[in-house]
């Protein structure tokens, strides 16, 4: 009886909360909405007759003063609502604290907690163990940075990301082309969420500049997926069947292969670890502790190559080295609060496997792999957010749809 009285009890305490979420994200979207509306408007209006420039750039300014007021006004309508619902909810909550218990502000130390997070479009409330706080990592409202972010996975990871809430996705990317698709993810997401910075990730004067930029303009870069990466595929070694002498794969390949594939992505997560590093410094914090939410979240693009694969001799150690660095950085970051973990995609229908050409993945890749086709991009980035999302989840994790190679 006392069972399903909390049944019930959780049931309606679950559907209030239901009810509050939608009612306020129905006002925030409607702000959203006419701020949009407006600026939408004027600039375009301001377009057409150059010679109204002046008078119309400083009313522009003056109605987008006020509806930004009015946005935020209704925003902090809205805070004041959630306080006093969590002020009063102790006493509208069930009583069989297995089945829900939530705290108010003024007591933090009960068993469980609210948690409410905010996007520009959507107001998500959720009730969790403030046990199970330390190491979980909400992508929502966070800045990443993805490189490689121009196609293949990295473009996946990049628009799971932003779908997905987060604050500000910056895309790294040595091809202009990554600009397109920062414009697709904002038309999607109804939002300014994908930044795009064009250079090379090897570069550590571009990489500190892409963190220094992000932290200006929208605080710590706290998730971090450095997925660029190049092949240069070949036999380690190869007789020339004219002359009979034996060709070496070229050094300078194999030196820029280890360069693009684990010193730069190795790099990236450096950098992020030291930024939060400082951050939590400054803020007077030392060690982390399984009581504090999760700082940050490096995932590394591992390979199904790296057990060996015959032509991928510079891939292979280059993919083999991430294990290590993951594993290292893993208990040295988690110092600062950083978790660290590396993912290894089979083949991905991805232009890196589309280079290998129709026969060849014909011939050697697909009638190795169990589901008989190549993985989508979208699937890997999948699991990558899962494991930025999961703080059980540490280590590696093989997305190779069942792909293991002939000797």
């Known amino acids: 009886m006392v069972a399903q009285d909390a049944s019930r009890s959780a049931s309606a305490y679950n559907e209030f909360l239901g009810n509050m979420r939608q009612t306020a994200g129905a006002n925030l979207k409607l702000q959203q909405e006419l701020v949009y509306s407006w600026a939408r408007f004027w600039p375009n209006l301001v377009s057409t007759r150059q010679d109204w420039f002046g008078p119309l750039q400083e009313l522009h300014q003056n109605w987008a003063d006020a509806l930004m007021g009015i946005a935020q006004n209704q925003l902090d309508l809205w805070d004041k609502q959630l306080d006093t619902t969590l002020d009063s909810i102790s006493g509208f909550k069930p009583q069989q604290k297995d089945v829900v218990a939530v705290a108010t502000k003024s007591n933090p130390s009960q068993a469980n907690s609210i948690s409410v997070s905010r996007r520009s479009d959507q107001t998500a409330v959720e009730v969790h163990s403030t046990q199970e706080t330390g190491g979980a990592m909400n992508i ?8 490689g972010a121009a196609s293949g ?3 996946a990871v990049a628009r799971d990301l932003a779908k997905r809430g987060a604050k500000a996705v910056l895309l790294v990317d040595l091809n202009d082309d990554v600009a397109q698709l920062a414009e697709e993810i904002n038309d999607s997401e109804k939002r300014d969420v994908a930044e795009v910075h064009v250079g090379d990730a090897s570069d550590p004067v571009f990489r500190a500049q892409v963190f220094d930029d992000a932290y200006a303009r929208h605080g710590l870069i706290t998730i971090c997926v450095p997925a660029a990466g190049i092949t240069r595929d070949a036999l380690s070694v190869r007789v020339d069947k004219e002359t009979g002498k034996a060709i070496l794969y070229p050094l300078e390949n194999f030196q820029k292969v280890i360069e693009i594939n684990l010193i730069a992505p190795i790099y990236w997560a450096i950098e992020m670890v030291a930024r939060i590093a400082e951050d939590r410094t400054r803020r007077g914090l030392k060690r982390w502790g399984p009581e504090e ?18 032509g991928q001799i510079s891939y292979a150690v280059a993919k083999a080295g991430l294990e290590g660095a993951a594993a290292t950085l893993m208990k040295e970051a988690i110092f600062h609060g950083v978790r660290c973990a590396t993912i290894h995609p089979g083949f991905t229908d991805t232009p890196m496997a589309q280079a290998l050409g129709e026969d060849f993945l014909k011939k050697n890749v697909l009638p190795y792999t169990q589901l008989r086709r190549l993985i989508r991009p ?30």
């Open 378 to 407: 979208e699937e890997i980035a999948d699991a990558v957010c899962f494991m930025i999302s999961n703080s059980a989840v540490s280590g590696e994790l093989w997305a190779d749809a069942g792909w293991h190679p002939p000797a």
């Open 140 to 147: 929502a409202q966070k800045v990443a940075v993805v490189t």
């Open 293 to 310: 939410e999760i700082e940050g979240a490096i995932v590394f693009l591992g390979s199904v190559s790296s057990q060996g694969n015959k």
């Open 153 to 155: 996975i990295g473009a």
